[in-house]
T-cell receptor, first 113, second 114 residues
């Protein structure tokens, strides 16, 4: 059973649009929420991460919004570019654990020119 | 250049055959991990190792085995007991196993069954 539910499965936006990817969880012991970006045939790379004591975090054109009471978090890609076309995974990790990540199922984002 | 290398990039397995996937890191990280990636299922943890000569089963360890004889190396063997081995296999490492340490991933090995 997947502990982190991610939606949508895929998404197509035009250049300049704002793709939004949503993730939800039930385990209140999760205290670290990273997002990974993966290009075809490559390993995932850490994009941005947030802790639950922060409601929003921005790094460049990528923004995470976090709603602790709803147990939901989302990734927004501002001013999206064709080079942002990739698969994005959300993940979560329990605090004080050895570090095991629970991954969402991934969202394939396509940004058209 | 520091990083994680995985080899081979593609690997073919015949029925009843064991195959070994290589993972090497020169980041001086203590913890190493193996994940399996299938379409639409995200990444699932196979095995992890927090320190040399120690490793633990992840969520889907059946049909797989690992060893950790050196800090920089964490090979994964896909045994004949793994009935559905076709997948993309990813190795990762982190400085320490605990806390919010970033996991760095290798480029992956795609395993196909002949």
């Amino acid at each position: 059973q997947q502990q982190v539910k991610q939606s949508p499965q895929s998404l197509i936006v035009q250049k300049g649009g704002i793709p939004i990817i949503n993730c939800a969880y039930e385990n209140t012991a999760f205290d670290y929420f990273p997002w990974y970006q993966q290009f075809p045939g490559k390993g995932p790379a850490l994009l941005i991460a947030i802790r639950p004591d922060v409601s929003e975090k921005k790094e460049g054109r990528f923004t995470i919004s976090f709603n602790k009471s709803a147990k939901q978090f989302s990734l927004h890609i501002m001013d999206s570019q064709p080079g942002d076309s990739a698969t994005y995974f959300c993940a979560a990790r329990e605090g004080n654990s050895w570090g095991k990540l629970q991954f969402g199922s991934g969202t394939q984002v396509v940004v058209t020119p | 250049d520091g990083g994680i290398t995985q080899s081979p990039k593609y690997l073919f397995r015949k029925e009843g055959q064991n195959v070994t996937l290589s993972c090497e890191q020169n980041l001086n990280h203590d913890a190493m991990y193996w994940y399996r990636q299938d379409p639409g299922q995200g990444l699932r943890l196979i095995y992890y190792s927090q320190i040399v000569n120690d490793f633990q089963k992840g969520d889907i360890a059946e049909g797989y085995s690992v060893s950790r004889e050196k800090k920089e190396s964490f090979p994964l063997t896909v045994t004949s007991a793994q009935k559905n081995p076709t997948a993309f296999y990813l190795c990762a490492s982190s400085i320490r196993p605990q806390g919010r340490e970033t996991q760095y991933f290798g480029p992956g090995t795609r395993l196909l069954v002949l």
